[in-house]
């Protein structure tokens, strides 16, 4: 706790350098900032016609863990002192001690703004390289993970991912070969758990097919393990995440992914009411756990509302409105006076939008 709390006092003081030459395109670990603010920068570098048509997606390899200590220690604008305390700290794992040569403290509060301080000035060093080429050249960041758009794959091979191998092995830490790759904007690429990519010359963001699966097959798994709850129990632990899930894609073209998922969650629900009543028809399951509005079936329970019965009802995902995202300004932190009034009113906007459901319903 002790540590911790030395963490969080330094990282009060480190906290406003961080985010003065932090790259004004990097997302991860930043206050007021999120991926839709990422995924934002990704459109507006790919959508027109003109824009960049080739994409550098990459990835840090174990990023937090291969930190130089030397490098961290020698450009941190921190106590000596403490900083190598916690670099050299060391951890236990099953009841074995365990040296740290490299990499930040496991766990401590204070590790994402090390990451941000050490990968400061990457974008800084692509317009470098844009202005020499003469190219289109635009650079996205969120933590470890970053895309960069450029109007040919030779300047991306040949100039880009050379000068960011460097960059890199001077602070410890190498590019992911298996998760960087060079795509045309054609074929699209996943970022984030969405992926981008033109149709016939249109940028479409949409929900990656491979997050869909992944969250389809975690709520099947979770409606299997709950076939003898009760059904406001089940509808309690499904709700926060199918809001938070619809949520997080709301912003991009996700109508049709929503409407497919929520088609699916309705046929996980029908095979547990089924397998809960196998001697019950199929009639009788319907008019117990299902309301028929308008010709759309759903899930529902009841709860007591002052003395009153009144209906529990699964989140309909296919309901959920689409409004495209506003980017935060790149130069925008909340320790510039300046930008104090412009992020009150993100914030109070963001707070309006997020109303749009049942606020009963969303405290259960």
């Given at each position: 706790m002790i540590d911790r709390a030395q963490q969080a006092l330094h990282l009060t003081a480190l906290d406003p350098v961080s985010e003065t030459i932090a790259d004004p395109n990097s997302y991860g670990f930043r206050p007021n900032r999120s991926t839709a603010d990422a995924i934002a920068q990704c459109f507006k570098c790919l959508c027109k016609k003109g824009s960049a048509q080739w994409v550098l997606e990459g990835d840090?390899?174990?990023c937090f863990d291969k930190i130089g200590h030397q490098w961290l220690i020698d450009n941190i604008q921190l106590d000596k002192r403490m900083l190598k305390q916690w670099l050299k700290c060391g951890f236990i794992d099953k009841g074995l001690f365990y040296k740290t040569a490299e990499g930040t403290p496991q766990g401590g509060i204070i590790s994402p703004t090390l990451m941000l301080l050490t990968l400061a000035g990457l974008e800084q060093l692509v317009k470098s390289i844009a202005r020499k080429t003469g190219n289109k050249i635009n650079f996205i960041g969120y933590a470890d993970d970053f895309v960069i758009t450029g109007t040919s794959k030779e300047v991306l091979t040949n100039e880009i991912k050379p000068q960011l191998i460097h960059f890199l092995q001077e602070r410890g830490l190498t590019l992911s070969e298996e998760k960087t790759h060079i795509?045309?904007?054609n074929d699209g690429f996943d970022f984030l758990g969405f992926n981008v990519r033109k149709y016939n010359g249109k940028l479409l963001?949409?929900?990656s097919?491979?997050?869909v699966l992944s969250f389809l097959r975690n709520m099947r798994e979770l409606i299997r393990k709950h076939l003898t709850i009760p059904v406001n129990d089940l509808i309690k632990i499904i709700?926060?995440?199918?809001?938070g899930w619809a949520n997080y894609y709301r912003h991009c073209v996700a109508k049709q992914v929503f409407g497919y998922v929520g088609h699916?969650?309705?046929?996980?629900l029908w095979r547990w009411a089924i397998r809960r009543h196998p001697n019950k028809s199929r009639h009788w399951i319907a008019r117990k756990y299902f309301l028929n509005r308008k010709g759309q079936w759903q899930f529902h329970g009841w709860q007591k509302i002052a003395n009153m019965d009144c209906l529990f009802n699964l989140?309909?995902?296919a309901h959920t409105p689409i409004k495209r995202h506003v980017k935060i300004r790149g130069a925008a932190t909340p320790y510039d006076p300046q930008y104090e009034a412009y992020l009150s009113k993100r914030k109070l906007g963001k707070e309006c939008r997020n109303t749009w459901f049942n606020p009963v319903l969303a405290a259960l």
């Amino acid at each position: 706790m002790i540590d911790r709390a030395q963490q969080a006092l330094h990282l009060t003081a480190l906290d406003p350098v961080s985010e003065t030459i932090a790259d004004p395109n990097s997302y991860g670990f930043r206050p007021n900032r999120s991926t839709a603010d990422a995924i934002a920068q990704c459109f507006k570098c790919l959508c027109k016609k003109g824009s960049a048509q080739w994409v550098l997606e990459g990835d840090i390899k174990a990023c937090f863990d291969k930190i130089g200590h030397q490098w961290l220690i020698d450009n941190i604008q921190l106590d000596k002192r403490m900083l190598k305390q916690w670099l050299k700290c060391g951890f236990i794992d099953k009841g074995l001690f365990y040296k740290t040569a490299e990499g930040t403290p496991q766990g401590g509060i204070i590790s994402p703004t090390l990451m941000l301080l050490t990968l400061a000035g990457l974008e800084q060093l692509v317009k470098s390289i844009a202005r020499k080429t003469g190219n289109k050249i635009n650079f996205i960041g969120y933590a470890d993970d970053f895309v960069i758009t450029g109007t040919s794959k030779e300047v991306l091979t040949n100039e880009i991912k050379p000068q960011l191998i460097h960059f890199l092995q001077e602070r410890g830490l190498t590019l992911s070969e298996e998760k960087t790759h060079i795509t045309h904007i054609n074929d699209g690429f996943d970022f984030l758990g969405f992926n981008v990519r033109k149709y016939n010359g249109k940028l479409l963001i949409k929900p990656s097919k491979s997050n869909v699966l992944s969250f389809l097959r975690n709520m099947r798994e979770l409606i299997r393990k709950h076939l003898t709850i009760p059904v406001n129990d089940l509808i309690k632990i499904i709700n926060p995440k199918l809001r938070g899930w619809a949520n997080y894609y709301r912003h991009c073209v996700a109508k049709q992914v929503f409407g497919y998922v929520g088609h699916q969650i309705f046929l996980m629900l029908w095979r547990w009411a089924i397998r809960r009543h196998p001697n019950k028809s199929r009639h009788w399951i319907a008019r117990k756990y299902f309301l028929n509005r308008k010709g759309q079936w759903q899930f529902h329970g009841w709860q007591k509302i002052a003395n009153m019965d009144c209906l529990f009802n699964l989140v309909q995902i296919a309901h959920t409105p689409i409004k495209r995202h506003v980017k935060i300004r790149g130069a925008a932190t909340p320790y510039d006076p300046q930008y104090e009034a412009y992020l009150s009113k993100r914030k109070l906007g963001k707070e309006c939008r997020n109303t749009w459901f049942n606020p009963v319903l969303a405290a259960l």
